[in-house]
């Protein structure tokens, strides 16, 4: 039971190019997200999901696309990389909400620097 | 990782001491709260959570105290040890919906 992983663990990439974060989970959950950590300004929310087929966007939505496409797999990509987006993100995973267990689990972290 | 640590409040404590982190919430609807830790160059990890319902959960060396009236929550950490030293967070949500909303985090450093 690996819990939720993420790839890569650190990228470089120039203003302009695109890219794609993976994040995959092997604890069945529904819910999973993905978060941005600033210094300073905590966790913030990007995009998340309910389940397969369905997205939704987070506090900071903006320059970001997600789709869902299995229950484990929920990749985040990047259309056109800013020197905004330098920052670490997170993946996390949960049931859905209701369960008894609301706490999320939380990947290793992509730290992104975009020059 | 390592820039996580900036700009936060910081509580130094010495090893063996009591430490409380204290963490003011915004939404009064929210009726599930959670503490984690995060390590340098790491994801954030569980401790303890708690419902509206109750006022105070204890944990193996942690304690979780809620005041609803002032939208306060604190995390006690007894015999603090040098493992310890990381960056908490308090998070809060309503159950049943989806999003966690997450506090901006003290530092804690525990000195031997």
């Known amino acids: 039971n690996a819990g939720v992983t993420q790839t890569p663990k650190f990228q470089v990439l120039k203003t302009g190019q695109s890219m794609t974060l993976q994040c995959a989970q092997d604890?069945?959950?529904?819910?999973m997200s993905w978060y941005r950590q600033d210094p300073g300004m905590g966790l913030r929310l990007i995009h998340y999901?309910?389940?397969?087929?369905?997205?939704d966007q987070g506090e900071v939505p903006n320059g970001y696309n997600v789709s869902r496409s299995t229950t484990e797999d929920f990749p985040l990509r990047l259309l056109s990389a800013a020197p905004s987006q330098t920052s670490v993100y997170f993946c996390?995973?949960?049931?859905?909400?209701?369960?008894?267990?609301?706490?999320?689990?939380f990947g290793s972290g992509t730290q992104l620097s975009v020059l | 990782g390592e820039s996580v640590g900036l700009h936060l409040p910081t509580l130094s404590v010495q090893e063996g001491d009591n430490s409380i982190i204290n963490c003011a919430y915004s939404n009064s609807a929210s009726d599930y709260f959670i503490w984690y830790k995060q390590e340098s160059g790491k994801g954030p990890q569980f401790i303890i959570d708690i419902r509206s319902n109750m006022d105070k959960r204890q944990g193996q060396r942690v304690t979780v105290l809620l005041n609803k009236t002032v939208k306060h929550l604190s995390l006690q950490i007894a015999a603090t040890q040098p493992g310890d030293s990381a960056v908490y967070f308090c998070a809060e949500n309503k159950l049943g919906y989806s999003t966690l909303t997450f506090g901006k985090g003290t530092m804690l450093l525990v000195s031997p």
């Open positions: 999901s309910v389940g397969a087929g369905i997205t």
């Open positions: 996390a995973s949960r049931p859905l909400p209701g369960t008894a267990n609301e706490k999320l689990f």
């Open positions: 604890m069945n959950h529904e819910y």
